[in-house]
């Protein structure tokens, strides 16, 4: 190859990888795997190695700098850094609204609501379209020059998309690390020894503040791009327009912005945003209501350190400090041992929490929990509360490290280690604090929905010993319910009738029901569809199972160790000879069959599983992406790029009712 031609496949793998990265990063629709830009990186590595004449300071392979940094310079922001007023409750968000009718005279005035992110703010500097400089937010005027830690964020262009670009454009976003990979960042951390972080924002906080570029390149940061600073060479009349520019340019913003129209529509976002939290991959701590017009922004203006056009509405906190009365262990249907801690109850984001888990040794070990300790407790979501962190400084005198006994405290056999040591299990399949366990699983609402067979009753038919296996409870005898304290006749009938109906569940509960080690319901549904009958999946290898596409080794495992167990074989033989075999409910042929069917944005009436599961049973298949050879295409709320994909390819775009009104065709 002569120079020339070099200078062109430079210039070409420079301009093909940002696209790559721009698909990924910004649109979520990447077109080629992992492997494959990794092959087109490495080869643009070497050819820049080989010939530095035509390397560039934006090409895609310079986000390490490689240079360990002695301090941080100073960056000032051109314009100021504005923080934001606070609501602390919808009454405070109402008031921020009246003041802005007010103000325009127009009750629908125009704003947008965003998640208001929990990381690090920052600025981003673009000059003719090329990242030139970022900082940290400082103190509004200030901040730290984090330019060359900003590069190794993947998501962040070194070069801005499109055509023009204003040559000017500062941006200001939130840098964040997501819950999977911030719990991924402190197991590893655990493993080497060192002190996990407190929470995710702290370590993008510290991940960014590090003076050597190759240690933040190694941490899983993201940012979403949500203010303007300075911007020459292009005006804006309203931030949503803002907002899809950025997009355009390559600058990822948050998909679940919204343009909204007077105050009910706030609130409900508000509270939409709070009910969505615990289900968001990262974390955010409120939302940010802004006004949309420019013009009426310049008009409102500001007070000292905050506009009058924007609030932040916050969430209650979700966490609190209170202290451990005691540690105790649980025993779960599979047998493994769980500790968890009993609290001085705390009010938390408006419950009462009493306990939280502590998940394992480890986690006990990492954060060094002991009875009695003060801790930060937190409730996100609808999961079970859990510990932060010990506040060491509150650590009353002569408590010990607390280690989970050797013996399942249940039944009193050894426990053992599994899963590469980090839990431990009990494995008497006797051990009646499984026993209780499995049945409940089996008689729960989502499995076999035995109504009126909650933990109380279980255990009251477990500890009488009318009940042994999931079997026995097919053999219930009235005479001996009756013998049972709080067993009248009417109950007694009612549990009787109830577990006669959930025979007639169809398969795919009645796997999800067995409580086969990592088969939830989800898969159950998938195994049901593709055996038909419990006998033939009970046949199945892990070749088979594993040709099927959602199903890995793992999984394959663990269900060919179940039904090889002989415990597990005699409860299914014994329920086969007492009647209950279910069978897949048929798939239905209809004009549907065979037909793609792609969702995007949520449902209202359904999960987005869900509407899969229901297209499933038209024999229709369910596909994450939009193309050519997409049929329908479903747009719940906030739906993203692939509903812009469906109209740009033409595709029929449904929304929630005609999509269940067309299902309801098909089904009568
Ligand atoms: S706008 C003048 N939008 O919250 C408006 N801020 O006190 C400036 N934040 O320091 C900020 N999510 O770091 C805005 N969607 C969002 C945000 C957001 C998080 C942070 C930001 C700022 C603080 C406001």
């Given at each position: 190859m002569n120079?020339k ?10 301009k093909r990888?940002?696209?790559?990265n721009?698909?990924?990063?910004v649109l ?6 992992d492997?494959e ?9 070497e050819l ?22 002695k ?15 606070n609501?602390?409750?919808e ?17 629908g005035?125009?704003?947008v ?12 500097v673009y000059?003719?379209?090329?990242f030139?400089?970022?900082a940290t ?32 454009l ?7 690390i997501?819950?999977a990979?911030f ?10 020894n060192e ?6 924002r ?25 203010a303007?600073?300075?911007i ?21 913003t948050?998909p679940?912005n919204?343009?909204l129209?007077?105050?009910?529509e ?5 509270r939409?945003m ?6 968001l991959p990262?974390d ?10 420019m013009?009426i ?6 007070r ?17 400090i ?9 025993v ?12 001085k ?8 929490v009493?306990?939280?888990?502590l ?11 002991r ?17 932060i ?15 989970l006994?050797?013996?399942c ?6 426990v ?8 431990v ?6 051990c009646p604090?499984?026993?209780k ?11 076999m929905?035995?109504?009126g ?5 279980v ?9 042994a296996s999931?079997a ?13 304290e709080?067993?009248?006749?009417k ?6 009738e ?7 569940r169809?398969l795919?509960?009645f796997?999800y ?9 989800y ?20 070749d088979?199972l ?7 080794g ?12 002989e ?5 299914i033989?014994n ?6 075999d ?12 065979g037909?793609?069917f ?15 599961e ?6 229709a298949?369910?596909?994450g992406?939009v193309?050519?050879?997409t049929?329908y ?36």
């Amino acid at each position: 190859m002569n120079d020339k031609n070099i200078e062109q496949t430079v210039r070409d793998l420079q301009k093909r990888l940002r696209e790559h990265n721009y698909r990924y990063y910004v649109l979520d629709d990447p077109v080629i795997s992992d492997a494959e830009y990794d092959r087109m990186f490495r080869e643009l590595q070497e050819l820049e190695k080989a010939h530095p004449e035509f390397s560039r300071p934006d090409s895609p392979t310079k986000r390490i700098g490689g240079t360990l940094q002695k301090a941080f310079g100073t960056l000032e922001h051109r314009t100021p850094m504005l923080s934001l007023s606070n609501a602390l409750n919808e009454k405070e968000l109402r008031e921020f609204h009246k003041r802005l009718v007010k103000f325009t005279g127009d009750a629908g005035t125009e704003l947008v609501g965003e998640p208001k992110l929990d990381g690090l703010g920052v600025e981003l500097v673009y000059e003719n379209g090329i990242f030139t400089a970022g900082a940290t937010r400082g103190d509004g005027y200030t901040g730290e020059n984090i330019t060359e830690n900003l590069r190794t964020i993947r998501q962040i262009p070194l070069r801005l998309h499109g055509d023009p670009v204003p040559s000017l454009l500062e941006v200001r976003g939130e840098v964040i690390i997501s819950k999977a990979n911030f719990e991924r960042l402190n197991r590893e951390r655990g493993s080497r020894n060192e002190k996990p972080f407190a929470n995710p924002r702290n370590a993008a906080a510290g991940s960014l503040r590090q003076l050597d570029p190759r240690i933040t390149a190694s941490r899983p940061l993201e940012i979403f791009i949500y203010a303007a600073g300075k911007i020459e060479g292009r005006d804006f009349d309203k931030h949503s327009g803002f907002l899809q520019a950025l997009r355009d340019w390559g600058l990822r913003t948050n998909p679940l912005n919204a343009i909204l129209h007077g105050e009910e529509e706030m609130i409900g976002y508000f509270r939409n945003m709070e009910q969505k939290r615990g289900e968001l991959p990262y974390d955010i701590d409120g939302v940010v209501i802004k006004v949309n017009s420019m013009e009426i922004r310049d008009r409102m203006g500001m007070r000292t350190r905050t506009p009058r056009w924007a609030i932040a509405g916050k969430f209650k906190a979700r966490q609190e400090i209170t202290q451990i009365r005691n540690i105790e262990v649980q025993v779960g249907r599979t047998g493994v041992l769980t500790p968890v801690a009993n609290l001085k109850p705390v009010q938390i984001g408006g419950v009462l929490v009493k306990r939280a888990t502590l998940h394992n040794q480890d986690e006990i070990d990492r954060k060094d929990i002991r009875e009695h300790d003060w801790v930060v407790v937190e409730r996100a979501g609808d999961v079970i509360p859990k510990v932060i962190k010990v506040i060491e400084d509150r650590r009353p005198a002569g408590t010990r490290s607390y280690r989970l006994p050797d013996r399942c405290p249940v039944c009193g056999a050894r426990v053992q280690r599994i899963d590469d040591g980090v839990a431990v299990k009990c494995v008497n399949r006797e051990c009646p604090s499984q026993l209780k366990n499995g049945i409940q699983h089996y008689a729960s609402k989502r499995a076999m929905d035995i109504e009126g067979l909650g933990g109380k009753t279980v255990e009251q038919l477990v500890e009488n010993g009318l009940i042994a296996s999931v079997a026995d409870l097919y053999r219930l005898d009235r005479e001996a319910l009756l013998q049972l304290e709080g067993f009248g006749t009417k109950s007694a009938d009612n549990l009787l009738e109830a577990v006669e109906r959930s025979k007639r569940r169809p398969l795919s509960r009645f796997i999800y029901a067995l409580g086969i080690p990592n088969v939830g319901e989800y898969l159950a549904g998938v195994l049901a569809e593709r055996f038909g009958s419990l006998g033939k999946l009970m046949e199945a290898d892990e070749d088979i199972l594993t040709a099927i596409g959602d199903i890995g080794g793992i999984v394959a495992e663990s269900i060919v160790n179940y039904f090889g167990n002989e415990a597990n074989h005699a409860t299914i033989r014994n329920l086969q000879e007492l009647g209950i075999d279910p069978r897949a409910v048929k798939r239905k042929d209809t004009a549907l069959k065979g037909k793609t069917f792609v969702f995007t944005g949520s449902l209202s009436g359904m999960t987005r599983d869900e509407a899969k599961e229901k297209v499933r049973r038209f024999g229709a298949k369910a596909s994450g992406n939009v193309s050519s050879n997409t049929d329908y295409v479903v747009a719940g709320e906030e739906a993203g790029s692939k509903l812009d994909k469906a109209r740009s390819l033409d595709i029929p775009v449904l929304d929630e009712e005609e999509f269940t009104g067309l299902l309801k065709k098909y089904s009568e």
